[in-house]
């Protein structure tokens, strides 16, 4: 249990089906991502929000939409997919607190398994 | 740029051999360097980090050291069991960069057979 919880655990939505991905962090921290994992294919950062503002968006199809209510909670809302956006999303979130001694440790849910049929 | 390298899996051991995963990095600046787990059917968790030069990290029997005359941070076990099955991935926080980023390698899938 790493204090990050993805719902739904699986997803199974047909080309024209609109649905969300959700995340919650129980953690305190003040940044949260969404990630993107194929098979065979290094893992892809998708979206970043550090205190509620959105700071990194790495040229995702705008059938992803992400959403940060508050800081603990991340949704990603798809809308319109293709079969290749079938993979496993995964959520993490971490503290960033700034200065030369910071680093980036990021702790992860346990994903959402999406099939686009 | 900042960029990390690991082994091309899958790596296949027998149960108590001992394990070696390569990771090499390029980095501008001064990187923090993480291993992750990642189990069949989970998400990742840490397994290891270590912030600073010559540093090791360690955590249920694995190690790693921080080594930048050789920009490398191999992931070690003296002796794996079938419950290490799993895909290990080497990562990089970079200090001067937008510390946001965690740069990944591709992942390391390791198999253990009894």
């Known amino acids: 249990e790493t204090g990050v919880t993805q719902t739904p655990r699986h997803l199974v939505m047909g080309m024209t089906n609109k649905k969300s991905l959700k995340c919650e962090q129980h953690?305190?921290?003040?940044?949260m991502y969404w990630y993107k994992q194929s098979a065979k294919k290094p893992l892809e950062l998708m979206f970043v929000y550090s205190l509620e503002e959105r700071v990194e968006n790495n040229s995702v199809p705008s059938r992803f939409s992400p959403e940060c209510p508050n800081s603990s909670h991340l949704f990603l809302h798809l809308h319109t997919l293709q079969p290749e956006d079938s993979a496993l999303y995964l959520c993490a979130s971490s503290q960033l607190s700034g200065g030369f001694s910071s680093y980036n440790e990021q702790f992860f849910g346990p994903g959402t398994r999406l099939t686009v049929l | 740029g900042n960029s990390v390298t690991q082994m091309e899996g899958p790596v296949t051991l027998s149960e108590e051999a001992f394990l070696t995963i390569n990771c090499t990095y390029t980095a501008t600046g001064y990187p923090s360097l993480f291993w992750y787990v990642q189990y069949p059917g989970e998400g990742l968790q840490l397994l290891l980090k270590?912030?600073?030069a010559d540093d090791k990290g360690s955590n249920k029997g694995f190690e790693a050291t921080y080594r930048k005359e050789t920009t490398s941070f191999h992931l070690e076990k003296g002796s794996v069991q079938v419950s290490d099955s799993a895909v290990y991935f080497c990562?990089?926080?970079?200090?001067?960069?937008?510390?946001?980023?965690?740069?990944w390698g591709a992942g390391t899938k390791l198999i253990i057979k009894p």
């Open positions: 990562a990089l926080s970079d200090r001067t960069d937008s510390n946001y980023q965690l740069i």
């Open positions: 270590a912030t600073k």
């Open positions: 953690l305190g921290h003040n940044a």
